[in-house]
Nanobody, 123 residues
Framework: QVQLVESGGGLVQAGDSLRLSCAGS????????LGWFRQAPGKEREFVAT????????VYADSVKGRFTISRDNAKNTVYVQMDSLKPADTAVYYC????????????????WGQGTQVTVSS
């Protein structure tokens, strides 16, 4: 079993930066692919970014490419997403998730989820 807890959300202005963290527990954490997803009101949950267990490979959604950076520190059982040049369209609840599937981009492939953290970007 893997438990995930996100933190770092908040209210910022357009152009600002935020770093979200997701602390994991469970003895298999370091062997899992980790991902970030987001869900805006009235919209489906969408893929943001994913990173392999060793951190050597990453994939980003086109909407965040060049602005967001996913990373992980396996010694701390933590995955991060650095979000720069934030836009009002980035407003959503952000979730971290874990999967055994390599660089999965579909939410259906992720078995473990955090509770989410709200990010609000004002214009």
């Amino acid at each position: 079993q893997v438990q995930l807890v996100e933190s770092g959300g908040g209210l910022v202005q357009a152009g600002d930066s935020l770093r979200l963290s997701c602390a994991g527990s469970g003895r298999t954490f370091n062997s899992l692919t980790l991902g970030w997803f987001r869900q805006a009101p009235g919209k489906e949950r969408e893929f943001v970014a994913t990173i392999t267990w060793g951190g050597g490979s990453t994939v980003y959604a086109d909407s965040v490419k060049g602005r967001f950076t996913i990373s992980r520190d396996n010694a701390k059982n933590t995955v991060y997403v650095q979000m720069d040049s934030l836009k009002p369209a980035d407003t959503a609840v952000y979730y971290c998730a874990a999967t055994t599937k390599y660089l999965a981009m579909s939410s259906r492939d992720y078995a473990y989820w955090g509770q989410g953290t709200q990010v609000t970007v004002s214009s």
